[in-house]
């Protein structure tokens, strides 16, 4: 090669490398301060002195850390939807959070944790706000899918999914707790409270089936410590909004009580192959309204999960944004509905689906289309709302109860829906927002609440209740979600594996369990819980002991340093 071609090569690599972002990771400074999310102690005290301890243990590896603990409503705005955007509170997006995922029962099928926490798919929009992009995982997320014939196969794939996501760790995983609730039993009849695998008694089963003790226990009072947000169909608001939905908007399949798909307001689901599936619905069935529940409410209730608008950037490139951005995941691998007749309809699939009937039939609520049609149709002329910012003055479903009155800062009353096939034993159901911990006790033992089933406290309180009080009993199964600490693998240092599992290595497992949790928890390393013992046969899961030294260890052989005053440094190269 010519002097010439030699000088012209090492300038153009010269001007690659001055055209390289020069970053502290590459300067080796000072990893800069660190903020660390939570809820407040007075909302879940359990969660905020998890997070305080890991916080204290990440400052011994001499990383600046702050605590930052804020209310729920304002934690979901900064961590849910700062995404890629900076959060007004820290100038910056979030780094590091700890979070729950709660046990819902189509969450029996590990699809959903599998493929819409992780798939880089939905990193933008969906549940994968952390922002993990893998494309060797998000093959394992879509093979599991397919593989309709073969379970051991599909097994297989989920446990590799598992493996890949407790090596990259993207979210430390701690513990899944055991969901302690405390019941009223001499209000309502103890053998009539029903344990869903996964859940706990605070299920849709125990809400429909739970039977008074007498005619003056018709009402069942429980309560929240979180604002319940909105009540939409087409949105998924969280844990307790979710409790009410699943009640007031039916489904064409449900999750039995064993964990299994069961036709619900669909009498039968029947496959003709492994693409297209024929359901028929109850005849009878009505909405809140008066109206007729017919197979075209059932066609567009997926319709309307999969509606949206293209949108073109200043690229060029073409975007698809959903109106119904929670739902839109496990809707859109229906290709087609074709309405047979008024009460049945065919679906079919773009690709064969494992999990079609526990992750889309059994969750996609039933929404009537005489009331969601005109909504849809003027929010796809606009740009600045999308469907689950819809707030109804009173929801209409079709669901075994329906809203009376709510005010989302305060409560929601509903009562049983006598037209409907499976009305409930009780009159009424009420949900009360206590974010007071001491509003809770003092109503639980004084009677004028009958049904605990949130509690983010020391459940050993709960335990001491229940003993001194003979007419409240404690009931508790380990729980299908899980706590866990999410990080933002969108930036430094948080982008880096090594550093994830260092602070992996900080979080104390077993003292959680232990002195926090007290006892009701069991430990988590995965995102499928040991509730679902068949998806949990993976035993050669990587581990992170709680180890300071282990975690130094790593981090110096990835090539950090300690500077004089103990402040950890990013590798120099």
Not at 21 to 47: D, K, L
Not at 379 to 388: F, I, K, T, V
Not at 389 to 409: L, R, T
Request: contains cysteine.
């Amino acid at each position: 090669m010519s002097k010439k071609l030699v000088s012209i090569a090492v300038l153009t690599l010269m001007l690659l490398v001055l055209a390289l972002p020069v970053t502290s990771q590459m300067m080796g400074e000072a990893v800069p301060p660190i903020i660390v999310h939570s809820v407040t102690q007075a909302e879940r005290p359990i969660e905020y002195e998890t997070t305080r301890l890991v916080v204290e243990n990440m400052r011994e590896l001499g990383l600046e850390v702050e605590h930052r603990a804020i209310p729920w409503a304002q934690l979901i705005d900064e961590i849910w939807y700062s995404r890629t955007e900076e959060s007004s509170a820290a100038d910056r997006p979030f780094q590091m959070t700890h979070w729950r995922m709660v046990g819902r029962p189509e969450r029996s099928d590990p699809d959903e944790f599998t493929y819409n926490l992780f798939h880089s798919s939905v990193r933008d929009g969906g549940y994968n706000f952390i922002g993990y992009n893998n494309p060797e995982y998000d093959a394992l997320a879509e093979a599991q899918r397919v593989e309709v014939g073969d379970r051991e196969a599909r097994l297989d794939i989920i446990c590799e999914a598992q493996r890949v996501i407790r090596n990259d760790m993207v979210n430390a995983y701690f513990i899944h707790p055991l969901t302690p609730q405390v019941v009223n039993t001499a209000v309502f009849n103890p053998d009539s409270i029903t344990t869903q695998a996964g859940i706990g008694v605070h299920n849709f089963w125990t809400w429909i089936g739970i039977e008074p003790t007498s005619d003056e226990g018709k009402t069942l009072i429980t309560s929240t410590t979180s604002f319940l947000n909105s009540f939409n169909p087409l949105e998924i608001a969280g844990d307790a909004p979710s409790r009410v939905t699943e009640m007031t908007w039916d489904r064409l399949m449900r999750i039995n009580p064993i964990g299994v798909p069961e036709p619900w307001a669909a009498e039968s689901v029947v496959w003709e192959d492994s693409h297209n599936v024929v359901v028929t619905l109850r005849a009878g069935m009505k909405w809140h309204d008066g109206e007729d529940v017919q197979s075209d409410d059932a066609a567009y209730s997926f319709e309307a999960a999969l509606a949206g608008t293209t949108q073109t950037d200043e690229d060029g490139k073409e975007e698809f944004r959903p109106e119904a951005p929670d739902y839109h995941p496990f809707a859109r691998n229906v290709a087609n509905i074709e309405i047979i007749d008024d009460l049945s309809l065919r679906f079919t699939l773009h690709n064969p689906s494992a999990a079609f009937e526990t992750s889309s039939l059994a969750k996609l609520n039933l929404i009537p289309k005489h009331i969601w049609e005109p909504i849809i149709n003027d929010l796809l002329e606009r740009d600045d709302a999308d469907a689950d910012s819809i707030q109804e003055e009173i929801p209409i479903g079709s669901g075994p109860f329906k809203y009376v009155a709510y005010d989302v800062n305060e409560f929601v009353f509903l009562e049983a829906f006598d037209d409907h096939w499976a009305r409930p034993n009780i009159d009424a159901w009420i949900m009360n927002v206590l974010p007071n911990q001491e509003a809770t006790l003092g109503q639980i033992q004084a009677g004028e609440m009958n049904f605990l089933w949130e509690w983010p406290g020391d459940p050993g309180v709960l335990q001491q209740i229940v003993a001194d009080n003979e007419h409240l009993d404690l009931f508790s199964a380990i729980s299908i979600g899980m706590n866990y600490f999410a990080f933002n693998v969108r930036y430094a240092p948080f982008d880096d594996v090594t550093f994830r599992q260092a602070i992996a290595h900080t979080i104390p497992q077993e003292f959680i369990i232990d002195n926090i949790f007290n006892g009701l928890a069991a430990p988590a390393d995965s995102f499928v819980s040991a509730a679902l013992e068949y998806w949990r046969q993976c035993d050669d899961l990587p581990t992170y002991d709680y180890s300071i030294d282990g975690a130094r260890s790593l981090l110096e052989g990835a090539g950090y340093s300690w500077d004089d005053e103990g402040r950890l440094h990013y590798p120099g190269n």
